[in-house]
């Protein structure tokens, strides 16, 4: 390859079909690429010339076409890693480069025209496309998720003989050998695999090899430069040999320099780097690549032993700390001073360490934009991502970051992992004991957050009077900072008797408190209701402001889920225990869908309100758990809610003009849909411009539906205080006595009937003050009382099975 300036065509990454043929019609007509991360990339790039920047489009499926190797010594493609002075190196790969590590893997799996592979990894990777290569260069057929490594569709596939590959990275894998049942008898049908580059324990290969026994499984070692350069059949190597990351095959040649860092030579060693300055050679006179990764040699298998490099490998993705840098500064103030560095984590390897010189006041502002940054990085990182201030980051005279020193020093300062909490949840010192007694049966670290935990506006009101209780008041927008984060501001909180009253508490309060006093004559706060819908808005809100954020950034709907569990459980035992108390039976109440039947007919108490918020949390996992909503929710929220308002006014119209539910009070979730829809506008209104078109629609809403009533005045009057209030001071007592009444609303719900009832049969005569006090202490007692059973159970289970309860959550493809 003797040229001096390389042209160049730009292909923006986008792991889809389209994407997949963009590069191989380039590669048939011998056009060298360039993978970008959009089009502005495209026109910064050093050292090429771009003629064109394609952009794919999306694209799901199976992937058939044949291609067959190209061995031409002529440049292919441009990809981009770290340079040993931090800055973006360049990669100039060849045909041959590419086609000789594709026809190892292809020799050592044994890879036939048979192979119907589930490619786990996206073909924006070397990994991933280097995989689509092999396939097709063989005439086997690569199937393309649509979401990702999706573990459930793989165990279908599986089951019903659709796919008898898989191609993925350790992280992946670790979700498979969590939960070995999902994929069962279906692994006997695997006959590949491939893993790819990153660390994996010898005895997470014995459970793979045990979990797919029919399969041939080859882990492989290398980097951008010498992809491939070692294999290890996992399926066949003895178990002292499981601890390597296998040997050489082919032209392929490994050793060790003086100091163990580990040199590759061959055919498959891309021989050049580029910049703006031209080509460098990367090989040395004799041939071989010298790389920062450490490693040992026995018998010819090659043992790799970690990095010399601050390259940052998080759940197989290798990330530039410079780079990563560098975006996150293009989206803060100027002067703003930060720093990366790897720190170690449990599920992806490395995890990614931020710091920000000066107070805490900007951290939540630079996390939101390094998870941007390490998304478009293809990184999904979670509770991995780090974000702390720090008085000085430690440099060197010449003025270069410190990075180990850095990592060490924010190890020294994190709470050790292990539970510091008792059984009776009494001895709770710091933010993460606090967060492991409030999250019980979840493993919490000190990365972790309340929204990435799964946290829900009624939880939110419980966690915040017992930190408050603890610790003093907490910082604005405490929800989406880590435990090491609010562990850090506990020195920083100013002591004081009074506390901010979130409004969204205070109106929870209060419309729970009109409606039992509705029930139990109290007072009349309304002649035309309103309050039942204001609750139903505040779930809408609280489904919005707590946990969107987290399925847009997983892709995962769990948290809702766990709403619906937490509302459903102690409905369904309400339930059941008011059955056996008056010995009236009745399926549909226990199913929680009474609401759709004629109460008049129903023998029992009446939980209809539970019932259909239950179902509109249903529905609301089942919306987003659609690609195409979550996307949309993200690149435009408040256009998103606002048509989803609209759809659902429209919706609950239409039902109702075709079916006649004035049998059942409208007591459907249809007939509430546009309160929950309206909550998610009024949580998606962060700016005064937002803010004024939420509360527009909110006028809108109650006019169309109560005309200018007390029911409009009282929705309207709630939705402005959410808007325009967010909090209130108020001493800290009061607080404490609002704030317990909000958190138990279900329960004041669920046992108000009951208390009417236990007061009628005590005085003989109806006492509506007295039953609407004692039905909301009776209701805070109750949560209480629920939530250390809860607890106690969970505990209980932990020590008998001897095992952590945390589900992991589904991970898209890296």
């Known amino acids: ?181 999902l994929i069962g008898e279906a692994g006997k049908k695997l006959r590949w695999m491939e893993i790819g580059s990153q660390h994996m324990t010898a005895d997470e290969k014995l459970r793979i090899r045990k979990m797919f026994p029919n399969a041939r499984i080859v882990q492989h070692y290398g980097l951008t430069e010498a992809s491939r350069s070692t294999f290890l059949t996992v399926s066949g190597a003895p178990e002292g040999l499981l601890h390597s990351v296998g040997r050489t095959n082919g032209q392929s040649e490994i050793a060790l320099g003086p100091d163990n860092r580990i040199r590759i030579r061959g055919p498959h060693v891309a021989r050049s780097r580029i910049d703006a300055e031209g080509l460098h050679d990367l090989q040395d006179a004799e041939g071989w690549l010298q790389t920062n990764d450490l490693g040992r040699l026995q018998d010819g298998h090659l043992f790799f032993d970690g990095r010399a490099d601050d390259l940052i490998n998080c759940g197989g993705v290798k990330v530039s700390p410079d780079q990563l840098e560098e975006r996150i500064r293009s989206g803060t103030l100027p002067g703003t001073k930060i720093a990366v560095a790897k720190v170690p984590d449990a599920q992806r390897g490395d995890g990614i360490l931020v710091a920000v010189e000066g107070d805490a006041t900007g951290t939540a502002k630079v996390k939101e934009i390094a998870v941007s940054a390490l998304q478009g990085m293809g990184v999904v990182a979670g509770s991995a991502l780090h974000v702390v201030a720090v008085d000085d980051i430690p440099v060197t005279g010449t003025g270069k970051v410190q990075r180990k020193l850095l990592a060490e020093q924010f190890l020294a300062h994190q709470p050790a992992e292990t539970a510091r909490v008792d059984e009776s949840g009494d001895e709770i010192g710091d933010v993460l004991a606090l967060f492991q007694h409030e999250f019980p049966g979840q493993v919490v670290k000190p990365g972790d957050t309340f929204e990435s935990l799964g946290g829900d506006s009624l939880h939110y009101i419980q966690f915040t009077l017992a930190f408050e209780q603890r610790f003093g008041p907490l910082p604005d927008k405490w929800e989406s900072l880590s435990v090491t984060q609010l562990q850090q501001r506990l020195g920083q909180i100013e002591k004081t008797s009074w506390r901010r009253l979130e409004t969204p508490t205070l109106t929870r309060a209060f419309f729970m408190t009109c409606i039992v006093a509705l029930h139990t004559d109290a007072f009349v706060y309304s002649p035309n209701w309103g309050a039942a819908y204001f609750l139903i808005l505040l779930a809408g809100y609280s489904v919005a402001r707590f946990q969107l954020p987290e399925i847009i950034r997983t892709g995962s709907v769990s948290t809702i889920w766990g709403t619906i569990r937490s509302v459903a459980i102690p409905t369904f035992l309400m339930v059941a225990f008011l059955q056996v108390a008056t010995h009236r039976f009745e399926i549909m109440p226990l199913l929680l869908i009474s609401n759709y039947l004629d109460p008049h007919h129903l023998k029992g108490f009446l939980l209809y309100f539970a019932e259909f918020y239950l179902q509109l949390l249903v529905l609301a996992a089942l919306f987003f758990s659609i690609p195409s909503v979550r996307q949309a929710f993200k690149a435009r929220p408040m256009t998103s809610a606002v048509v989803l308002l609209i759809a659902a006014m429209a919706l609950g119209r239409g039902i109702d003009s075709l079916y006649n539910d004035d049998y059942n009070y409208h007591r459907t979730p249809w007939h509430y849909s546009f309160a929950f829809a309206l909550g998610i506008v009024v949580a998606g209104a962060k700016g005064p411009v937002t803010k004024l078109i939420a509360m527009a629609a909110a006028i809108v809403v109650v006019l169309l539906n109560w005309g200018f009533t007390s029911a409009a005045y009282y929705v309207a009057g709630g939705c402005a205080l959410v808007l325009f209030v967010p909090s209130i001071p108020v001493p800290g007592p009061v607080k404490v006595v609002v704030a317990e009444i909000a958190a138990a609303s279900l329960f004041i719900y669920l046992n108000h009937q009951v208390m009417i009832s236990v007061v009628h049969k005590i005085y003989g005569v109806e006492k509506p003050w007295v039953a609407l006090i004692a039905s909301l202490i009776a209701g805070v007692i109750l949560m209480h009382l629920y939530s250390w059973l809860s607890r106690q159970i969970v505990l209980t289970y932990r020590r008998m099975s001897g095992m952590e309860m945390d589900l992991p959550i589904a991970t898209r493809g890296e």
């Open 1 to 181: 390859m003797d040229f001096q300036k390389l042209e160049a065509t730009a292909v923006v990454r986008k792991n889809s079909i389209d994407f997949i043929e963009k590069v191989f019609a380039l590669n048939e007509a011998r056009r060298p690429l360039v993978m970008v991360n959009d089009e502005a990339q495209a026109q910064t790039l050093s050292g090429i010339v771009i003629d064109r920047c394609i952009v794919p489009v999306e694209q799901s499926g199976w992937y058939t076409a044949h291609h067959a190797l190209i061995h031409d010594d002529l440049p292919a493609q441009v990809s981009y890693t770290s340079g040993t002075e931090g800055l973006p190196k360049g990669i100039l790969l060849s045909y041959q480069n590419l086609a000789d590590a594709a026809g190892r893997i292809i020799e050592v799996m044994q890879m036939t025209a048979e192979i119907r592979e589930y490619v786990g990894v996206p073909a924006t990777f070397s990994f991933g496309m280097g995989r689509y290569r092999a396939i097709s260069a063989v005439g086997g057929h690569a199937y393309l998720p649509p979401r990702g490594f999706d573990p459930m569709e793989l165990a279908r596939m599986l089951t019903a003989g659709q796919v008898n590959a898989l191609s993925a990275v350790p992280t992946l894998l670790r979700i498979l050998l969590d939960a070995p049942g």
